[in-house]
């Protein structure tokens, strides 16, 4: 009986995993090439490198349970891997148990093209509100969230948009916000960007009345990306009275996402969802 039950269990856990659609962001193609020619290498499907065909993993929510909200989720990587199950698959089950649909975003590393990874969420984000219907979406509840460098791609998302492509909120976790010349901005700038690319990407600098809000988590002891990023974009969001709120914990280091350490961050979640719930995305 006991053999019959866990190979039961196994079933349901494998149907799960089945149900999750991957979504091609470009049937045909991508318009711009990174010129990476590195096989793609995925690592107990916890980290992935060479990434180069842009795609998303889809976590709906059932109908009767679905809050509207929707969340794109950009995994950190410093934009030359992405961590996909403490800052991907894990976020989006968690999500989900509050009605929230998610979709983990598998953008293509930049390898110097700067655009590429921008390109990738701008599409995710229209697929998203062009079906929004079929997963039961409000259009008009869309959000990102990324972690480290995928902060900074969520960020840029919330600086650099059309109408279609806007994120409605952003959810900021230890993010890389602006270009200081670290290994994040090489692998996206190149060794020696010029000054234009530099502010293009450096997003405390394009904030305006259009941003949408933010939540922002970070540690005081972040020794890889300083929590002065979070704090300079919370500042300039606070400029253009965009609402925003930002939550610093003395300890937690860098790249927490869902891990627990046995300290007051690893509550950061209950955070987020009280503001969810305050800004009316979910119930």
Sequence with gaps: MKKTILILVGIIFIGTMQAQEEIKLYKNGPSENSGITEKEANYDNSWVTNVTEARMYAFIVPKEKASGAAVLICPGGGYGGLAVAHEGSQVAEWLNTLGVSAFVLYYRMPNHHSEIPLT??????QIIREGAGKWNIDKHKIGIAGFSAGGHLASTAGTHFDEIN??????????????????????????????????????????????????????????????????????????????????????????????????????????????????????
């Excluded at 990738?120 to 984000?125: E, L, N, S």
């Excluded at 909120?169 to 090489?186: A, E, K, R």
């Design 120 to 125: 990738d969420a701008q599409t995710a984000i």
């Design 166 to 283: 806007r994120p409605d909120f952003m959810i900021l976790i230890y993010p890389v916000i602006s270009m200081t010349g670290d290994g994040t901005c090489q692998n996206l700038l190149g060794e020696t960007p010029s000054k234009e690319q530099l502010n293009r990407f450096s997003n405390q600098l394009l904030v305006t009345d259009k941003t949408p809000p933010a939540f922002i988590i970070a540690a005081l002891d972040d020794d890889v990306v300083s929590v002065e990023h979070s704090f300079m974009f919370y500042k300039a969001l606070q400029d253009k009275k965009i609402p925003s709120e930002i939550h610093t914990y003395e300890k937690g280091g860098h790249g927490f996402g869902m891990r627990k350490q046995g300290l007051e961050i690893d509550n950061w979640t209950d955070k987020l969802r009280i503001w969810l719930k305050t800004s009316g995305l979910i119930e």
